[in-house]
């Protein structure tokens, strides 16, 4: 259903014996000054630890999770333990019981559903038709093991939809989906999740493999791109030979990058392939979450700790086997002949899933890269309004990412990466307390070079929930002057986290918007039409959150591109901001654009020793006669503040350590520029 402005959604539920009885007349509320939706103030959670319950239980509590809460929060599920499992719990100050059996929940709670989607095994894109069909439906999301149980006393639930056998394939699916639930589901919010993700085996095995090759350096960009001829001779012996591609430097997210395998047996070639055609899928055995570039000459890579492996069987008796791989980036490659445990097993999961229900959002898994589904993605998109959000996140990560959010951004829709996102349904019905950020010191303008470190990922709305905390936690927060990028939709989404930001943050602490300003979006493709209304409309994020620098991505086809002048023109008039951040590039620099608009381009490192080189370099070209400029961008998933006070007590008397406020009204005094934009 299409929320009208300022609607009061109010679903009846018949409540269970044994269960809370809310306000039957109170539940979401969703005004049309909000980007998301409001939740009431939870008053008692009934929680249960599912971090290690199968992915079929997950997907059953998370969506029963979605129809409870809607009404008032009373579920909440420990998914995640990154930032530890009670953290989050404990500071939302809310009375708590923890059960040990999670289908306590579900006798619990049994009477406010009425019965059971059962999802197909076969088609796993049908996990996200059950989602949707449990929130339209006011039921439950399962497999069809559990509608069996569920069926059953004390549950005694009917099964409402049986999906098994309806859909032949991904587009299948969510074609029917879209001709007959599209209507029936909230056109303000769209969910994209993957309906399963794979499960990493206890005993995944790579004690055998050996290293053959390995990038000495941290090379980028395609530098060392060439052909490397690998000897597999050591590795016959046994049925097949396993070649595994990983990240020689996992620091810095720069994986490797495979264009092209030849595989010879005794001078004779039994595999050849390039990455994505369907000549690969007879030897890749294990992906890992691996991605693939989007177009022509398009590669497979790995970073973030992920790998691949392919898996070759030459003929019985080869004397000599050989690979000759196109690759490039940080590679390392280890062969094996003795099998290892592939991590490919995929269940469904829960999280954002509650979120879906409970707002009866559509959920859909569509690849923009592929013309076919990107074709029905764009169908979605073209009916809803501009500035809607898109929760969740793309296949094919950042090759799905670029081409994701150009083609949401192109229809006027902004992303929230929220796919892991746990309890969104009782964050939302939290508050901030503390709105008020701490004044910046000014300071004097010196000839100095000036550094400011910017914390990446905060437009990643789940990053604010988990690896954020644990950064905010860590004990060398404090010592350095450090921009920390957030999502100013929090002020909505999730208040109480918030709030724990702005309340314990230091002098020595500064919440930017993360890209590009309210949600994830690349200017030069939003429609001029509407971009600068949307600025407008969410500038009051910016206001009350307190955050007056945005840090904008902007690309097109997967390049990072320079801000149109409208686009420019837009954010100096909407926003007003003292200045901005913009991309994520191997340099730095500041440009005025719009006539007195610092724009300040972002050098990104991933380890303490390419910061010390970037700022050695810094200070060897620096004339020395006026103020220099460096913003530094830090991998989230990598770096600490610990590191980043290593790093910058190693930094002589000539460089001084600046907030963002402080770094752009430097640059405006060096400039001539009015203080006050």
Request: aromatic residues 12%; proline residues 7%.
């Amino acid at each position: 259903m299409t929320f009208s402005l300022a609607l009061l959604c109010s679903i009846p539920f018949t409540t269970g014996a044994t269960a809370s009885s809310p306000d039957p007349q109170n539940s979401i509320t969703w005004s049309s000054q909000q980007e998301l939706p409001s939740f009431k103030k939870a008053k008692q959670l009934e929680v249960a630890d599912i971090y290690d319950a199968p992915g079929d239980i997950k997907l059953m509590l998370a969506t029963l999770q979605g129809i409870v809460n809607r009404k008032e929060p009373r579920i909440y599920l420990i998914e995640h333990i990154e930032e530890g499992k009670y953290k989050w719990l404990e500071d939302l100050d809310v009375p708590y019981t923890v059960h040990d059996n999670y289908w306590d929940l579900v006798k619990l709670f049994k009477n406010e559903v009425k019965g059971v989607v059962v999802y197909d095994p076969n088609v796993p894109d049908s996990i996200n038709v059950a989602t949707t069909l449990a929130g339209v439906n006011d039921a439950i999301a399962v497999g069809p093991e559990l509608a069996q149980q569920l069926a059953d006393a004390p549950y005694n639930l009917p099964v409402v939809e049986d999906l098994r056998g309806r859909f032949k394939d991904r587009l299948d699916a969510y074609t029917w989906q879209y001709e007959h639930l599209w209507s029936q589901t909230t056109h303000r919010m769209l969910i994209g999740l993957s309906p399963d993700t794979a499960i990493r085996l206890p005993s995944d095995n790579f004690s055998s493999f050996k290293t053959i090759a390995q990038e000495p350096t941290q090379e980028r960009d395609a530098k060392n791109r060439k052909v490397y001829d690998l000897d597999l001779t050591d590795f016959l012996g046994k049925s097949s030979v396993f070649l595994r591609f990983e990240d020689a430097f996992t620091q810095d997210g720069w994986g490797p990058a495979v264009h092209e395998v030849t595989v010879k047996a005794d001078g004779r070639t039994i595999a050849q392939f390039v990455p994505g055609t369907p000549e690969e899928a007879p030897y890749l055995y294990d992906s890992d979450g691996s991605q693939l570039s989007s177009g022509s000459g398009g590669h497979r890579f790995a970073d973030n700790g992920r790998y691949f492996v392919y898996q070759f069987t030459p003929p019985e008796g080869t004397k000599q086997l050989t690979a000759s791989v196109e690759m490039w980036n940080q590679f390392k490659v280890s062969a094996s002949n003795v099998q290892p445990v592939s991590s490919n097993r995929k269940e469904p999961y829960g999280y954002l899933r509650d979120y879906a229900v409970a707002n009866k959002a559509m959920v859909f898994w569509l690849d923009p890269n592929d013309p076919p589904q990107k074709a029905l993605f764009e169908r979605i998109l073209s009916d809803v309004k501009p500035g809607t959000p898109y929760l969740g996140w793309f296949s094919n990560d950042v090759s799905g990412e670029f081409s994701g959010v150009e083609v949401t951004s192109s229809h006027g829709v902004y992303v929230l990466a929220a796919d892991w996102f746990s309890n969104l349904t009782v964050f939302g019905g939290t508050q901030v307390k503390n709105a008020n950020s701490k004044p910046v010191k000014k300071l004097k303008l010196e000839n100095k070079i000036y550094v400011t470190y910017t914390f990446s990922e905060g437009d990643n709305f789940q990053y604010n929930q988990h690896r954020l905390r644990n950064l905010w936690d860590d004990p060398g927060r404090g010592q350095v002057p450090i921009n920390w990028t957030s999502s100013p939709l929090l002020y909505d989404g999730a208040p109480a986290i918030l709030d724990y930001y702005l309340s314990t943050a230091t002098d020595n602490d500064q919440l930017v918007a993360g890209p590009s300003g309210a949600g994830y979006f690349y200017p030069n493709v939003w429609p001029d039409s509407s971009f600068p209304d949307f600025l407008k409309r969410t500038k009051n994020y910016m206001k009350k959150t307190g955050m007056t620098v945005p840090y904008v991505l902007n690309r097109i086809g997967g390049e990072n591109v320079p801000l149109s002048e409208s686009k420019a023109a837009a954010y100096h008039d909407e926003y007003r901001p003292i200045g901005m951040f913009l991309s994520w590039e191997d340099r730095y620099g500041v440009q005025i654009v719009d006539g007195d608009l610092p724009v300040s381009t972002i050098r990104g490192i991933g380890s303490i020793q390419e910061g010390k080189r970037v700022l050695d370099e810094a200070k060897a070209n620096w004339d020395g006669k006026s103020p220099l400029f460096v913003s530094l961008g830090i991998l989230a998933w990598n770096m600490n503040p610990t590191d980043i006070a290593e790093l910058n007590n190693s930094l002589g008397s000539d460089f001084q350590a600046v907030l963002a406020d402080q770094y752009f009204a430097l640059i405006r005094e060096a400039n001539g520029l009015p203080a006050n934009p």
